[in-house]
């Protein structure tokens, strides 16, 4: 049983409007609100005319890695060969000596990786003999595409990085890199044109969005718009009465969400900055709002995936000013922090997105350099639907090669002449030369292809710890049921997928998705393994990351079907929804080793310009750079094109 109501902005209720919602939040979110099988808008029938709406799907006897589906991500085969070399040193003993010699090898064909090479072409010419390696049977890093078909209709979604802005925002290197691919200011206005205002993650705030918790008799489903509750909106606290809470819990979180009290009124102006800076999120929540365990979740859910830490490592200010409710209860300081989340809301506001996100960037980058790889492919206007042929990836007559399943064991200058580059493809181990390398990997990692290097560099390289996540993706025979729910995105505070949402339907690249409920449709799932239990002992952000790395190689893809059964039952079955009948596929993205590690006021010291941790391990290492996000402690797609040119500059000087 459940009982399904409408918040405050839904269709059955008094809208929030842009204005009011904005007053009631002061920042904004970038949540992925996506529209639901609802009939399509005018701007959603924008698409150019000449792209087909039936999909035929790839021959299964192909390789295309996309309609894999399963445990994708760190799947099976792309990270064994890297764990024997990092936990154990263990590494093949003789090598292949191959007769490829290339001007670049760059180690990692993600962001970074792709931009590299395409740099290095640009400044030394098309003729230039390039070679990408990667560890994954499919290229993009974490920018991973997941397509479905059924009945001939093709469907996309999300396997990992998704944000695109204004390239106009973006360094004059990464804007031209952009530029090269086809996508200015004027294209990401086409992008606005065809995106539906039901998305909030491009900015679009109104967007219905909701709430479902399991409670002690029936689930609770709120549709409409929670995030507006969230920061004090209309209806914020009939909102929270419906909630599945103790009578108390309710009392505090509403005078919390509404700015009813200042939390911090004993303290001084000093005192108050002072401890919004040095206090833990969850902390403030527990000790000075009074809410517990139980309430806590409802609070980390937006924060888990905006951040990738949960509120017990984020301050209250870097928690607020990056999308969490506190501003209207913390007094004076609370007001004068929300022109810093202003500014975070406007950058929000000119994000777009490609409907499989941003691995239609990595399939322009890869067009760019190697055009037989889709032929048929104009660009921007038609990269979602385009026909990508593996095939072409990596023949001999080509300039720039791309060889996936190839995982990077050593890379060493000889005679600061020449590079060697070791690695293992499919169970085979071989080595190639090259004038320079860019490795385009992520940071700590390298010290183990390059033992060479100082212990200094090394230290700086194995500080950060990539940020873990799961991406999943559900595809069901129709959408019926969730047609039903009120709303296209919710959050889950106390389900395995915090975040539940249609998979994103905007028109661009060419793309055709479902746009009614008997179209079948991709659910679209985001799970942080980040453990929201009060610490029973003091551990940093750091050593989270780390512990919900473990938890996502613990878990088994078995394990993660029978989350995502379990929980789309409770929340679909009282519409209708039968999981055994109506799930058709499911592909998990497993990502260990994600985000770029992000610098924390609560465990980190300010370093001196140059002394951070990343600006010492990303030093040029004779023949050898190193370009990622990592690199740039920025997990931006952006920082990702910085770091490449970069290292492409230091390699050419």
Not at 479 to 496: E, K, N, V
Request: proline share 6%; with cysteine.
């Amino acid at each position: 049983m459940s009982v399904d109501m409408q918040l405050p902005g839904g269709d059955m209720a008094t809208t929030v409007t842009r204005r009011d919602f904005l007053n009631g939040m002061a920042i904004g979110t970038a949540a992925i609100l996506v529209p639901g099988c609802s009939e399509p808008d005018a701007t959603s029938q924008i698409r150019p005319p000449s792209i087909s709406t039936t999909f035929t799907p790839p021959n299964p006897t192909e390789y295309y890695p996309p309609t894999l589906t399963g445990m994708r991500g760190s799947h099976e085969g792309s990270y064994e060969v890297a764990h024997a070399l990092a936990w154990r040193g263990e590494k093949p003993s003789d090598y292949e000596a191959l007769e490829e010699h290339y001007d670049l090898v760059v180690v990692g064909a993600g962001m970074s990786g792709l931009a590299s090479a395409r740099f290095y072409q640009q400044k030394m010419g098309i003729d230039a003999r390039i070679l990408l390696l990667d560890n994954h049977d499919d290229f993009g890093g974490h920018a991973k595409r997941n397509e479905f078909h059924q009945g001939g209709k093709m469907m996309l979604s999300l396997g990992g990085a998704q944000n695109i802005e204004s390239p106009s925002n973006y360094s004059e290197a990464a804007h031209s890199l952009m530029e090269d691919i086809g996508i200015n200011d004027d294209f990401i206005e086409t992008m606005a044109k065809l995106t539906s205002d039901d998305f909030t993650l491009v900015g679009n705030i109104d967007a219905n969005n909701g709430i479902t918790m399991p409670g002690p008799k029936s689930r609770v489903t709120l549709g409409g718009n929670w995030n507006a509750v969230l920061f004090g909106g209309e209806g914020y606290a009939e909102a929270v009465q419906a909630l599945p809470l103790s009578t108390v819990q309710k009392q505090r979180l509403t005078e919390f969400l509404g700015g009813e009290r200042d939390f911090l009124a004993d303290l001084s102006l000093v005192e108050t900055w002072d401890y919004i800076n040095t206090t833990g999120y969850n902390q403030f929540l527990m000790e000075r709002v009074g809410l517990d365990h139980e309430s806590l979740p409802i609070l980390n859910a937006l924060i888990l995936h905006l951040h990738g830490i949960s509120g017990w490592h984020l301050s209250v200010a870097e928690a607020m000013t990056g999308g969490a409710p506190a501003i209207k209860s913390i007094g004076w300081t609370g007001k004068a922090t929300a022109e810093v989340a202003g500014a975070f809301l406007d950058n929000l506001l000119s994000a777009r997105m490609f409907p499989d996100g941003n691995a239609s960037i990595a399939r322009l980058l890869v067009h760019k350099m190697i055009p037989d790889a889709a032929p048929d492919m104009s660009g921007p206007h038609d990269v979602a639907v385009a026909r990508f042929d593996y095939s072409a990836l990596d023949k001999a007559n080509q300039a720039v090669r791309l060889r996936l399943n190839s995982t990077v064991v050593g890379v060493r200058e000889t005679n600061k002449t020449r590079v060697e580059v070791d690695y293992v493809q499919l169970g085979d181990a071989k080595r190639i030369t090259a004038k320079h390398c860019v490795l385009a990997c992520y940071n700590t990692l390298i010290p183990h292809l390059c033992p060479e290097m100082s212990d200094t560099q090394k230290e700086g390289l194995s500080y950060g710890e990539k940020t873990p996540f799961v991406y999943a993706n559900v595809q069901l025979k129709n959408g019926r049921a969730w047609s039903q729910l009120g709303a296209s995105f919710f959050q889950c505070p106390f389900d395995p997928f915090q975040w539940l949402s249609t998979a994103p339907k905007m028109t661009v690249g060419g793309y055709e998705p479902p746009m009614t409920a008997d179209d079948p449709m991709v659910v679209f799932m985001m799970n942080s393994p980040l453990p929201l239990e009060v610490p029973k002992t003091k551990i940093s952000g750091r050593e989270q990351l780390r512990m919900g790395r473990h938890i996502i190689y613990r878990t088994s893809f078995a394990d993660y079907e029978q989350q995502i059964r379990d929980q789309l039952q409770g929340i679909l079955g009282p519409h209708g929804f039968d999981h055994e009948t109506d799930i058709q596929a499911i592909t998990v993205n497993r990502i260990p080793h994600g985000y770029a590690y992000p610098y924390l006021g609560l465990d980190d010291p300010s370093w001196p310009e140059g002394k951070a941790p990343h600006e010492i391990g990303r030093a040029k290492f004779g023949r050898i750079s190193i370009a990622n996000t990592d690199s740039e402690a920025i997990a931006l797609m952006d920082a990702a094109f910085d770091a490449a040119w970069r290292a492409v500059q230091e390699q050419t000087a």
